[in-house]
T-cell receptor, first 113, second 111 residues
Framework: DAMVIQNPRYQVTQFGKPVTLSCSQTLNHNVMYWYQQKSSQAPKLLFH???????NEADTPDNFQSRRPNTSFCFLDIRSPGLGDAAMYLC????????????FGPGTRLTVT | AQSVTQPDIHITVSEGASLELRCNYS??????LFWYVQSPGQGLQLLLKYFSGDTLVQGIKGFEAEFKRSQSSFNLRKPSVHWSDAAEYFC?????????FGAGTRLTVKP
């Protein structure tokens, strides 16, 4: 089945220690998104790639970076995680026809100690 | 900029009862509208979507939603709720590449 895969599902990192979260897709979608979702809150869009075109949300902290080396993979890098960055990180993809509905991965839950 | 309001933070219904989850949006053009469901610790699953055409939209798992432009609403309904429907429900509004989610409604189903 075509899908969006996120690894790892659970990640523990130390305060200030860089961490990378991974997302891959078999849907061959042009657009990939990263969302941050804190407990009992709505997902918040951090940035997205349209092919290789990177689009950052205005209020996304500089501490968050992303890479998309090819169509299938996208990475979220947190350069110096703080306690406030503990959250679920959701990757999503969409095609560019119709309603552009997004398909989500299962998420990576990040804990910062 | 677009925004979404889900007025009900938490709803409890009995199994077999009908359900309606409210969603109001603010958007200057014809909106792309979506309902997603999220089980604990999981990603979001698309229930249904709307951009144009028939304003009553059928989705998966027996859900439907009705777009009412005059009320800026896109409420989600189900005639008979099952225990497995207990989850968090999010309404979202486009445009594409810039979707905004509501704060969510948590659904509890009583036996």
């Amino acid at each position: 089945d075509a899908m969006v895969i996120q690894n790892p599902r659970y990640q523990v990192t130390q305060f200030g220690k860089p961490v990378t979260l991974s997302c891959s897709q078999t849907l061959n979608h042009n657009v990939m998104y990263w969302y941050q979702q804190k407990s009992s809150q709505a997902p918040k869009l951090l940035f997205h790639y349209y092919d290789k075109d990177f689009n950052n949300e205005a209020d996304t902290p500089d501490n968050f970076q992303s890479r998309r080396p090819n169509t299938s993979f996208c990475f979220l890098d947190i350069r110096s995680p703080g306690l406030g960055d503990a959250a679920m990180y959701l990757c999503a993809t969409s095609g560019t026809s119709g309603t552009w509905e997004q398909y989500f991965g299962p998420g990576t839950r990040l804990t910062v100690t | 900029a677009q925004s979404v309001t889900q007025p009900d933070i938490h709803i409890t219904v009995s199994e077999g009862a009908s359900l309606e989850l409210r969603c109001n949006y603010s958007y200057g053009a014809t909106p792309y509208l979506f309902w997603y469901v999220q089980s604990p610790g999981q990603g979001l699953q698309l229930l249904l979507k709307y951009f144009s055409g028939d304003t009553l939209v059928q989705g998966i798992k027996g859900f439907e939603a009705e777009f009412k432009r005059s009320q800026s609403s896109f409420n989600l309904r189900k005639p008979s709720v099952h225990w497995s429907d207990a989850a968090e429900y999010f309404c979202a509004v486009g445009p594409p590449r810039d979707m905004r989610f509501g704060a969510g409604t948590r659904l509890t189903v009583k036996p």
